[in-house]
């Protein structure tokens, strides 16, 4: 096999690619897409094997648990927070157990580049009992999720696979091993699979009982190791993933290194770990994301007679994403020498619309005709439209999570909010926003839904999106909101008078409205026309 | 040897595309590489960088330690200033002077020149004018690789390769005009290196 240059989230999918991957579903976001993206591309259309973009995560979950009932290797991909959207089938998963190989990746974005928090799915993966990867590199990336496929079919439970920003989205080389073959259908047991309390009973017992099995496999798997430094017992250090880089790094001019406890699964490595504290006095825990390792390991009482070093002593900062100067400080290395900017000082550049970009005409026109109620509140959601909240638009009051919109604004309305309006792009409506507009039809809640049909998933690079144009409409009308009261507008600079005008009218019906502002995204438009022109 | 770079420009510059024709031509020479990016929210208009690591040796962190950075190789040259503290001492700035200005409160350009030449080794070529000759004010990236080229530790013709490559889909005009215009930034770079250029 050639070896490839790839990002973190190729690697990942080149290897499940390798494992025999049948099935493999997702929801943009990022830092995750780029998994999906890669798989539909080496798919051939479906014909190696199914690569698909699903309307949410949980949907995503169920369609991969399907395969994997059917015993065939599945793979489900998402950022950090849409294992939240997935989190029931996540944890009833881990109950039913796998049939066929099942892998979660997951991507953690710490310091939320492009996120609403930076959750860490550890936790998730220690919630649900079972067996979790953190690569620290690519060609581990590529290894450690082919090898998922292998010990979620041994253990009979899903696995996840653990990716952090920096992994995701960096590039390097990885060596693909020979690919291995999918597997044939063979079904899943009936009474295994429909948890009923009896049988869910009898399953979570076994996937207790399984759990010893899991620190077992940890202990011996050849991605943790544990190096210990005979000459130096001050000092020892148990790293994680792309933190364990920053280590090394620092240490990469020195003449030798401390004792090291490399840690790429959990549960932890109980056996290895109990090695490292025996040999110091002192131990650095130093992982990206929460303090998940250090909690584990002090507990409530801590070591009796070690130091325990980490987040939760302020050795190293609790939020944002670590960095190798950061942990150079927790080393207590000297700083390197570093240019500094004499009395200059830098604008900020913070991302924004684009020139031209239909949310642009769509707020400007929302925000005129908001001016004659000054009590009134706009709930948005998450998309591009979100850069909304900034100026020149100051456009929007909230933004929480997929589909919070729509149910925040009528929560408001029902407080008495008025005007109370919602702003949900196409595709966020499809992954959650059908479900409280039903709901606020249902109760003809006085309050107006705009949503902004691009016909895209913009934010994230162009995904398809599920309800877009005619269907949209439909869809609309189908969950029982007035057919008068759905009103499409372009979002044009030349409509502006005419859109005020219809949102106006829209605020003065007392009851549920949906405005759909209908414009292709520019990105798109470009992208068209240059493969037009190519 | 080793080179650690910092890309830096404006979302839709085209850094990623420096990106490649360096991933690509370093995994021909036999080098290990490493390269971060920025995707997503931050890409729309925003200040983006990449952090791009090239030894023959192991690579640890995909991110460049701050003072460690043997080169910023920037589309922009505000951005060029954004990264400054990860620069070495000893580095070299190579840097657009043509401003992306997006934004109301853009510095006044003399002070972000003067700032840019406290570096004491740095090459500071006009990306637009040079780009708009070899046909495209698209192919400013394109200029600054190729201003970049000299000093980088690969060989110009893996460089040249991988332009080629990068454009081919797009035709056989489209690379035309970024070599062209690699050619014509190394060219410019060239001349301002020049002991009599006090610039």
């Known amino acids: 096999m050639k070896d490839e240059i790839l990002l973190g989230d190729e690697a990942v999918a080149l290897g499940a690619i390798h494992a025999g991957l049948s099935g493999a579903y997702s929801y943009p976001g990022t830092p995750a897409s780029e998994i999906m993206e890669f798989l539909i591309r080496r798919s051939d259309g479906g014909k190696n094997f199914i690569a698909s973009w699903s309307v949410n995560e949980k949907v995503a979950y169920e369609e991969a648990l399907g395969v994997s009932f059917a015993g065939k290797r599945a793979m489900v991909s998402m950022k950090h927070v849409g294992l939240n959207v997935a989190a029931d089938p996540f944890m009833n998963s881990a109950i039913t157990g796998a049939n066929g190989g099942l892998v979660v990746v997951v991507a953690d974005d710490p310091s939320m580049h492009s996120s609403q928090n930076e959750q860490d799915s550890r936790f998730y993966a220690q919630f649900a009992q079972v067996f979790c990867f953190e690569p620290s590199n690519h060609q581990e990336a590529y290894d450690m999720t082919r090898e998922a496929f292998d010990v979620s079919e041994e253990l009979g439970i899903p696995v996840m696979v653990r990716l952090v920003t920096r992994l995701s989205h960096s590039r390097s080389r990885v060596q693909p091993g020979p690919p291995r073959k999918q597997n044939t259908l063979q079904y899943g047991i009936g009474k295994d699979w429909t948890l009923l309390p009896v049988n869910a009973r009898r399953r979570f017992k076994i996937l207790t009982e399984k759990q010893k099995e899991l620190v077992g496999l940890a202990d011996k798997s050849g991605f943790n190791s544990l190096e210990l430094n005979k000459k130096n017992t001050s000092l020892g250090i148990i790293a994680s993933g792309v933190a364990f880089n920053y280590v090394l790094e620092n240490y990469k001019d020195q003449p030798e290194l401390p004792s090291m406890l490399k840690i790429s699964t959990y549960p932890l490595p109980e056996t290895l770990v109990a090695g490292l504290v025996r040999h110091v006095e002192r131990v650095l825990v130093v992982e990206e994301g929460y303090p998940f390792i250090e909690k584990n390991l002090r507990g409530i009482l801590g070591l009796p007679g070690k130091t325990v070093l980490g987040k939760l002593d302020g050795h190293l900062p609790l939020t944002g994403e670590l960095s190798p100067e950061i942990v150079r400080q927790a080393l207590g290395m000297k700083p390197r020498e570093k240019l500094q900017l004499d009395d200059f000082k830098l604008a900020g550049r913070p991302p924004q619309l684009c020139a031209g970009c239909p949310h642009a005409d769509a707020y400007k026109a929302l925000n005129k005709a908001l001016e004659a109620y000054p009590q009134s509140n706009v709930f948005s959601d998450i998309g591009c439209y979100t850069l909304g909240a900034l100026p020149p638009y100051n456009a929007i009051n909230s933004c929480v999570c997929m589909g919070a919109s729509i149910g925040m604004a009528k929560g408001g309305a029902e407080a008495g909010v008025y005007p109370s309006v919602a702003v949900i792009g196409d595709s966020t409506f499809a992954h959650s926003g059908l479900t409280p507009l039903l709901s606020a039809a249902e109760a003809n809640t006085n309050m107006t839904v705009v949503i902004l049909d691009n016909s895209i998933v913009a934010m994230t690079g162009g995904q398809p999106t599920f309800a877009s144009g005619e269907g949209l409409v439909r869809m609309v009308g189908g969950l029982g909101v007035k057919r008068d009261h759905i009103r499409v507008i372009e979002p044009l600079p030349k409509n502006l008078e005419k859109n005020i005008q219809a949102f106006k009218e829209e605020f003065e019906y007392?009851?549920?409205?949906?405005?759909?502002?209908?414009?292709?995204?520019?990105?798109?438009?470009?992208?068209?026309?240059?493969s037009e022109i190519g | 040897m080793k080179q650690d770079i910092i890309l830096a420009g404006v979302g839709g510059q085209g850094i990623l595309s420096i990106a490649f024709v360096i991933?690509?031509?370093?995994?021909?020479?036999?080098?290990?590489?490493?390269?971060?990016?920025v995707h997503g929210m931050a890409q729309r208009g925003g200040a983006v960088q990449s952090h791009l690591r090239l030894s023959n040796d192991k690579i640890f962190s995909d991110l460049i330690p701050r003072g460690e950075a043997d080169m910023i190789l920037s589309v922009e040259p505000m951005e060029s200033l954004r990264y400054f503290d990860y620069?070495?001492?000893?580095?070299?700035?190579?840097?657009?002077?043509?401003?992306?200005?997006?934004?109301?409160?853009?510095?006044?350009?003399?002070?972000?020149?003067?700032?840019?030449?406290?570096?004491?080794?740095?090459?500071?070529?006009?990306?637009?004018?040079?780009?708009?000759?070899?046909?495209?004010?698209?192919?400013?990236?394109?200029?600054?690789?190729?201003?970049?080229?000299?000093?980088?530790?690969?060989?110009?013709?893996?460089?040249?390769?991988?332009?080629?490559?990068?454009?081919?889909?797009?035709?056989?005009?489209?690379?035309e005009i970024n070599l062209k215009a690699f050619e014509l930034g190394r060219k410019a770079a060239a001349d301002k290196l020049r002991p009599s250029d006090k610039g």
Request: aromatic share 4%; charged share 30%.
């Open chain 2, 23 to 37: 991933d690509n031509a370093a995994l021909r020479e036999g080098l290990t590489f490493k390269q971060a990016e």
């Open chain 2, 87 to 175: 620069l070495s001492p000893e580095g070299i700035v190579v840097t657009s002077s043509s401003p992306f200005v997006n934004i109301p409160d853009y510095p006044d350009m003399d002070k972000v020149l003067s700032q840019i030449k406290t570096v004491k080794k740095r090459v500071i070529v006009d990306s637009q004018k040079i780009a708009q000759e070899a046909g495209s004010a698209r192919a400013q990236n394109m200029v600054m690789l190729g201003a970049a080229s000299a000093h980088l530790i690969l060989k110009k013709e893996n460089l040249l390769e991988y332009i080629r490559v990068l454009f081919a889909p797009r035709g056989e005009k489209l690379v």
């Open chain 1, 510 to 530: 007392r009851g549920l409205s949906v405005v759909i502002a209908s414009r292709e995204c520019v990105q798109e438009v470009r992208k068209k026309k240059r």
